[in-house]
């Protein structure tokens, strides 16, 4: 089983859509929780940090769910802008894995 | 805030040539440093991390080997490259709270 696991999509919505990516993780002792994005042929940049009690970034809502491990992304209201890949990293202070990436393509 | 600067920012090179690619760091910084390595449509691999000054760790046997000369400089380096050398190689230093912070990469394309 893989350390950190996410659907490879791509998800293929319309604007304005929600959408919500999964990421589930091997190790329960994880402490850190993160979403990246990646655009294409770019370096992956931090979107958000996951917290236990769940947490929102204006259309973004990541939550954590420790008994099943896994962590979640929600999209509202979905833009042209969103299209991107979306990393989960999971780990402990400097030991970081990251899921191999959801494909998020948001069509006029 | 830390940036992380790696040169070139893209690469074609021969199989058998060698390799070298450089990372620095600059502002804060967390003295752990790492390389990573993508290929096309895929996840990032883990290929070396580094807590200070000679201490490097690889995580997957390979044809590449990491070095860290100075507290700010971690480089990668091959002495014969192979196709599968091929991807995408991210510098990168863990920030904390704010995860990671990479560099903007090098595309390495063997031919």
């Known amino acids: 089983r893989k350390e950190v696991e996410q659907d490879p999509g791509p998800f293929n919505v319309p604007e304005g859509a929600t959408v919500a990516f999964n990421c589930t993780y091997s190790?329960?002792?994880?402490?850190?929780f993160f979403w990246y994005r990646q655009d294409c042929r770019k370096e992956p940049k931090l979107l958000m940090s996951?917290?236990?009690s769940g947490n929102e970034d204006g259309r973004f809502t990541a939550q954590l769910n420790r008994a099943s491990q896994y962590i979640s992304l929600l999209i509202r209201d979905s833009k042209l802008s969103d299209s991107a890949t979306y990393l989960c990293v999971v780990g402990n202070n400097n030991d970081m894995r990251f899921g191999a990436g959801t494909r998020l393509t948001v069509k006029p | 805030s830390q940036t992380i600067h790696q040169w070139p920012a893209t690469l074609v090179q021969p199989v058998g040539s060698p390799l070298s690619l450089e990372c620095t760091v600059e502002g804060t910084s967390n003295p752990n440093l790492y390389w990573y390595r993508q290929a096309a449509g895929r996840g990032l691999q883990l290929l070396f991390y580094s807590v200070g000054i000679g201490q490097i760790s690889s995580e997957v046997p390979q044809n590449l080997s990491a070095s860290r000369p100075q507290d700010r400089q971690f480089i990668l380096s091959s002495k014969k490259l192979l196709l599968s050398d091929s991807g995408f190689y991210l510098c990168a230093s863990p920030g904390g709270s704010r995860g990671y912070t990479f560099g903007s990469g090098t595309r390495l394309t063997v031919v």
């Open positions: 190790n329960s002792a994880s402490q850190s």
């Open positions: 996951v917290y236990s």
